[in-house]
């Protein structure tokens, strides 16, 4: 049986890290043989990629093409094989991570991504997205106290503000795959609700 493709999403600093590993856990408990992987990158191409992607300045369609890039690698290696494989995939980040800062946080024309998200992965959604949402202020206080911040990390408040508005705009145009979560909660909280939504796939 093929296995379910799940992503984790959040405007840098909303949290997602944190509760990465606990998703993994929850399901291989539950019998599943979990590949944890992100983006950019999840392979050797997509790692210097992303090394690329998160250090040097480029136009902004350049970036959203690396984006894809980077995605089409790690569909071809990495995804598409474990969902055939029977295994579920848990992926820090996809295209809903494009929309969100190349079209949201940076402004590139939304049907252009349309268009990038039709011709590289027409058939292929996650069947779970966990949206990590915490207001800016938040974000921004636990980035400032963590290591040096990439070159997205070192937006500033507008940039973010947009991106966490099309992440909420891509939550409402499907809200089948999408579960919102107020990463203000406590820690056992998060969990309680993501487990919940695990559940349900399983
Ligand atoms: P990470 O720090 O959560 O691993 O994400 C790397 C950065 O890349 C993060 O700031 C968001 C950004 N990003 C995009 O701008 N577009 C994309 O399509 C993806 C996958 C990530």
């Not at 207001?135 to 040096?148: G, K, M, S, W």
């Amino acid at each position: 049986m093929r296995g379910k493709f799940l992503t984790v999403e959040g405007i840098d600093g909303a949290g997602k890290s944190t509760h990465i590993g606990f998703v993994t856990q929850f399901l291989q408990a539950r019998g599943k043989t979990v590949v944890s992987s992100r983006e950019p990158g999840g392979t050797p191409l997509g790692e210097k990629l992303r090394e690329l992607l998160l250090h040097e300045k480029m136009h902004l369609e350049t970036e959203a093409l690396l984006m894809f890039a980077s995605r089409r690698e790690h569909m071809a290696q990495v995804i598409e094989p474990a969902l055939a494989a029977g295994s579920w995939v848990l992926s820090d980040r996809f295209t809903d991570a494009s929309f969100a800062y190349q079209s949201g946080g940076r402004g590139m024309d939304r049907s252009k991504m349309e268009a990038l998200e039709a011709w590289v992965h027409p058939q292929l959604q996650p069947d779970l997205t966990l949206l990590f949402d915490v207001p800016l202020e938040v974000a921004r206080e636990r980035l400032d106290a963590t290591r040096t911040l990439d070159k997205f990390e070192r937006e500033q408040g507008e940039f973010f503000a947009r991106c966490r508005a099309e992440y909420l705009r891509r939550a409402e145009q499907f809200p089948q795959r999408f579960v919102v979560i107020d990463s203000t909660r406590s820690i056992a909280q998060t969990q309680q609700t993501i487990g919940e939504a695990l559940e349900k796939l399983l």
